[in-house]
């Protein structure tokens, strides 16, 4: 049982770094603006099994509550949401702005991808700060979560959170710049969809501090 999890687990990373890949080569649902961007992966355990199918397309999804990752801060002014109808593709169905800032697809095995390229971009002085990011996080992760948990979806779920293009960038509160082009948090796994989401938040960004290599001050 133990070999069974660990060759899922190796798969994921696997299809997880393969996608990092794509999205920085350009190759997203829809064409996204250039510039670093935040990267949600929600993947099943068994999401790679050949057999695995999940029925999306019953699914009875109000999609105007249901939109991509649309992260953003009061300081930086509203942003305006343009969502269009859903794209239902060969894997999955897509929802994407129209002003290209962010998309999330749904995957006939299970998985959901979502990214948002609007909130890093926006930031002054190139500072990523960590609490806004957990907080406007919450919700969209709740609905995707709510949607797996109907889907009926066997646990465990991989939670995977990656910044892409964040070299240069400054994390509020600490002193260095970070050194790398991606910062690739390891999955959080979960085995319960009653797991209080503000503790996984608050672990993903004490992972994204060690991943970075940063000093608090």
Sequence with gaps: MENRHASRIKVIRKFRFQRIDEIKAGDTPFPLVDGAKILLHIVPSNAFDPSVRYDIDSLNIDWESFPPLHL??????ARVHSFPAPERVLDGIIVCSQLSHSS????YDGVIEADDAYFLN???NEKILLKPIEEELLQPLQKYLQLQKQLNIELP????????????????GCRSQIDKDDIVIPEIE????ERKLDEIMKKISNRFLSECGIHKR
């Design 72 to 77: 953003e801060q009061p300081e930086f002014g």
């Design 122 to 124: 926006a930031r002054k």
């Design 157 to 172: 779920l991989f939670i995977m959170l990656s910044y892409l293009g964040v070299r240069g960038y400054f994390v509020h």
């Design 190 to 193: 979960i085995n319960s969809f």
């Design 104 to 107: 999330v697809k749904i995957r």
